[in-house]
């Protein structure tokens, strides 16, 4: 839930995106603490672990005071990596983790509150039969099982309307150099004009002539094309080469369609 995070004087306060965790939080990764220490044990007794950036804001360091809600918390250190950070959609402020039996001594739920509640579940095997299963029993339950395939549903959705986007953009630009590349054939047509005069001179009809310099444009056309399949084909590849490792999620080149790997990929 969003809440507001203030210095124990008052002074400042800012907004943050609040996490109340429990004992297995994460069930998956490595939650980092900037100068070590184990994360369960920063928030007990009311500890509380936040983004730097948050710090920043408040004024605060490690060992100080500040207020969320009803409940006054000691910062016990700031976040160095958090492994769900990725799929929590969109925030509002930077993140800040207290335990989950702390949450009720806060105050800030109550109705009319907005939180969202997520669980965590390691489940062994396939999972797709037992989320077809919740889907099936509860159609009307208001929930959301994903699982690792789609981990940020709001991420993916966001990707989809980006693809959507830039495919619009590409058509766009696909007609304005449609128009540029008839201009540059009327262009290059004019500067035949002396040749053309000559052929029909010899004999060639407007057919022949015609079909001359359209195998011309298409010879180009084609050549060009097969140059942008080159480019658009191998560019990923290198740039997977080159900058793959400073990534934040190490890329795996694989077909869209079936989201498995080139070299079992039967649709490509």
């Not at 203030?6 to 990764?29: C, H, I, M, N, S």
């Not at 159609?139 to 099982?145: I, K, L, T, Y």
Request: with cysteine; hydrophobic share 45%.
């Amino acid at each position: 839930m969003n809440a507001m995070v203030t210095r124990r004087d008052g002074e400042k306060a800012a907004l943050g995106e609040l996490k109340a965790v429990d004992g297995g939080y994460p069930l998956y990764g490595t939650f980092d603490l900037q100068g070590g220490g184990d994360l369960q044990q920063a928030l007990a007794d009311h500890g509380v672990v936040m983004d730097p950036l948050l710090a920043e804001r408040l004024g605060v360091t490690t060992g100080d005071s500040v207020r969320i809600g009803a409940q006054a918390f000691t910062l016990r250190g700031l976040i160095a990596l958090e492994p769900d950070r990725a799929g929590q959609g969109f925030e509002l402020g930077p993140s800040v983790i207290i335990s989950q039996r702390d949450l009720a001594t806060t105050g800030l739920v109550s109705p009319g509150s907005l939180v969202r509640y997520h669980y965590r579940i390691v489940y062994p095997g396939d999972p797709q039969p037992a989320i077809d299963g919740l889907n099936a029993a509860f159609p009307d339950a208001g929930w959301q099982v994903n699982d690792r395939r789609n981990g940020a549903p709001g991420l993916s959705s966001f990707i989809e309307d980006l693809t959507q986007f830039m495919t619009l953009v590409g058509l766009t630009a696909l007609m304005v150099a449609g128009v540029g590349v008839g201009n540059g054939v009327s262009a290059y047509l004019e500067t035949k004009v002396r040749t053309i005069a000559t052929l029909k001179s010899l004999g060639a009809d407007s057919r022949l002539i015609f079909q001359v310099y359209l195998l011309q444009v298409l010879l180009v056309a084609a050549a060009a094309i097969a140059l942008g399949l080159a480019i658009g084909t191998v560019a990923p590849f290198g740039i997977v080469a080159v900058i793959g490792d400073a990534l934040p999620v190490p890329p795996r080149m694989g077909c869209i369609r079936c989201r498995w790997r080139l070299r079992r990929c039967r649709v490509l």
